[in-house]
């Protein structure tokens, strides 16, 4: 199982808003909601942002928002911050392993 | 206050075995599905094993065979039994847990364990 195909980089200005894309195939992004968002600071371990493809766990602020269409999912952070300056993976479910589960290459944001 | 807290990494030589363990807590592990993510120094997240409350576990095709994840009510800790080490096991691990209401995320990690396979 590949992993899912994510920008290497994306940038922003504070303040703007950016979209990191998350693209996959019929097997797991494109044929199930079950597509999360992780954001990982250097040396820190991963944080949830997004679960079921829009879904924020509690804590997470609403600058973050997921969406998807077709195979590709996308996460959307608005109004810009530097404390979103991080890595940021994609998830899904994929129906190809018995392990169900699939990362994204990762993105680096830079504000 | 859920928190996990894994232990057991360390240098270890190829063909070599470790042992890994996470404590919880704030939670009882066997309600969650808990899962070991590892990330290789510069690299991605990879997923390496996880374990359902019923107790069905996976691995990824990398480690399969060679690394058994487990679980210990009465310590309410997982633990993932690494075998035959290969340099390409040389991560950091994180124990993560699986959130309520959905199957396929998690919502708490620990801080991670670094798995280094040198001789």
């Known amino acids: 199982q590949s992993a899912l195909t994510q920008p290497a980089s994306v940038s922003g200005s504070p303040g703007q808003s950016i979209t990191i894309s998350c693209t996959g195939s019929s097997s797991d992004v494109g044929g199930y909601n079950y597509v999360s968002w992780y954001q990982q600071h250097p040396n820190k371990a991963p944080k949830l942002l997004i679960y079921d493809v829009n879904n924020r766990p509690s804590g997470v602020s609403n600058r973050f928002s997921g969406s998807k269409s077709g195979n590709t999912a996308s996460l959307t952070i608005s109004g810009l911050q530097a404390e979103d300056e991080a890595d940021y993976y994609c998830s899904s479910y994929t129906a190809s392993t018995a392990l169900s589960f699939v990362f994204g290459t990762g993105t680096k944001v830079t504000v | 206050e859920v928190q996990l807290v894994e232990t057991g990494g360390g240098l270890i030589q190829p063909g070599g075995t470790l042992r890994l363990s996470c404590a919880a807590s704030g939670f009882t592990v066997n309600i969650n599905y808990m899962s070991w993510v590892r990330q290789a120094p510069g690299k991605g997240l990879e997923l390496v094993s996880v374990?359902?409350?019923?107790?069905?576990?996976y691995y990824a095709d990398s480690v399969k065979g060679r690394f058994t994840i487990s679980r210990d009510n009465s310590k309410n800790t997982v633990s993932l039994q690494m075998n035959s080490l290969r340099a390409e096991d040389t991560a950091i691990y994180f124990c993560a847990r699986g959130i309520a209401g959905s199957d396929y995320a998690f919502d708490y990690w620990g801080q991670g364990t670094l798995v280094t396979v040198s001789s």
């Open positions: 374990m359902y409350s019923g107790g069905s576990a």
